[in-house]
């Protein structure tokens, strides 16, 4: 159920009631749609394309009321119905399982609803760059037209289960376990910790578990949680692998932190001690997806989108403008998760040993202990 499409007329992604009133025709008059007349749906059809893919063929939903009160339930949308029994939908864009679910919109950078004064700057910035004509929502299109084509080049399968996720979040617990070997001696140190020795000689005996893995990526509770609800969304289908594009990635992050300290200077406001550009929530989203444009739009290279960046921060003030109202565009809304599930699945490769990470920790345990008692008996013979 996208709440907004690609009008290709209008050369812009634009709401139900924005794209009645380009063509003239009032929604708070027909709130219902029900004169609505026929040649208009059928131009909706041929104008109007899904924001996430190239499916066209819309269908004008009206503002949902609830009987006997009139009040509005749900906002009016576009519906891209299912052409002779299959779905309209590319299988990788995000409205592809079922428009009649709400979808998860992570992925959308909404200036409209946030309030922020980070958020205001940016999205400040983006009407500047599309009043000067630095770019337009035409080359926001062919973004994500170009990331849509990128992640059918470049699939893997979502095979990933939950339990895999937490396994790899105990098992990177153990991440910087790294004492000394275990020696037989250490048990008879004072307040010796055989747990501890348990986890760090499991850590040893597992390094490639631990090997070759991108400095970005730490399975974590709270870095584990979009990995498992994109499990829960979509279940077992494909998604990006993110090695395909992880130089283009690195850049938006660069620019991107490049570009956040001018930013809370045009929100006036100062940034605070270690701050980090997950910490902006929505307003760093927001920047990455102003940053992925530029990008986009200078062949990836960080110096000539900075330059375009700092253009954009002379051009005089669009505060009041509505051109960037919504800009879902950020291609890399959910890369952390990708990079998650595909070194869930490198794990799940090279792991030897399936069982519950804290069992064979247990187990660790015990055999070291044995190996003390072995080497005390040893010992007290001589």
Same mark, same amino acid.
């Given at each position: ?26 929604? &708070? ?5 029900? *004169? ?26 009206? /503002? ?63 009407? =500047? ?5 630095? $770019? ?5 299109? *062919?973004? =994500? ?14 095979? /990933? ?7 790899? /979040? ?11 070997? $275990? ?35 730490? $399975? ?12 829960? #969304? ?5 998604? #990006? ?21 001018? /930013? ?5 406001? &100062? ?6 550009? !997950?910490?902006? &929530? ?10 992925? #444009? ?30 960037? !109202?919504?800009?879902? #565009? ?53």
């Amino acid at each position: 159920m996208p709440i907004t499409a690609y009008s290709k007329e209008a050369a812009r992604e634009i709401d139900l009631e924005q794209w009645l009133a380009l063509n003239h025709y009032s929604l &708070k008059n027909d709130p219902l749609l029900e *004169r609505l007349p026929a040649e208009l749906r059928a131009k909706a059809a041929r104008d109007i394309e899904c924001s996430g893919c190239r499916a066209h063929g819309a269908v004008l939903v009206a /503002v949902g009321r609830e009987r006997g009160v009139g009040r509005s339930v749900s906002q009016g949308h576009f519906r891209f119905g299912h052409t002779g029994g299959a779905n309209p939908h590319d299988p990788l864009c995000d409205f592809y399982i079922d428009e009649k679910v709400p979808r998860d919109t992570d992925y959308l950078v909404n200036f409209a609803s946030d309030k922020s004064a980070l958020t205001r700057a940016v999205r400040d910035l983006v009407c =500047r760059g599309i009043r000067a004509g630095r $770019f337009g929502q035409a080359d926001v299109r *062919r973004m =994500r037209l170009w990331f849509l084509d990128e992640k059918v080049a470049h699939a893997m399968p979502l095979d /990933v289960m939950p339990e895999l996720l937490n396994w790899c /979040v105990d098992m990177d617990a153990t991440r910087w376990d790294g004492q000394l070997p $275990f020696q037989p001696e250490h048990g008879q140190l004072p307040g010796f910790d055989w747990t501890q020795a348990a986890r760090s000689e499991w850590r040893r005996r597992h390094g490639a578990l631990f090997e070759a893995r991108p400095m970005r990526v730490h $399975f974590r509770q709270d870095t584990v949680h979009r990995a498992l609800k994109l499990i829960e #969304l979509q279940g077992r289908v494909i998604v #990006l692998d993110p090695t395909s594009l992880r130089e283009k990635y690195e850049a938006v992050v660069q620019l991107s932190e490049f570009a956040a300290l001018y /930013v809370y200077h045009l929100a006036g406001t &100062k940034p605070p001690p270690h701050w980090r550009l !997950n910490g902006l &929530k929505s307003a760093g989203r927001a920047l990455q997806a102003l940053c992925a #444009l530029l990008l986009f739009m200078n062949d990836w290279d960080t110096g000539q989108a900075s330059a375009v960046f700092a253009g954009l921060t002379a051009l005089p003030s669009a505060a009041d403008g509505t051109e960037g !109202n919504v800009m879902g #565009l950020n291609p890399f809304h959910d890369d952390e998760a990708w990079q998650i599930l595909h070194e869930a699945r490198q794990v799940a490769a090279r792991r030897t040993d399936a069982r519950p990470v804290a069992e064979q920790i247990d187990a660790v345990r015990s055999e070291l202990h044995a190996a003390h008692l072995e080497w005390l008996a040893r010992s007290t013979t001589h």
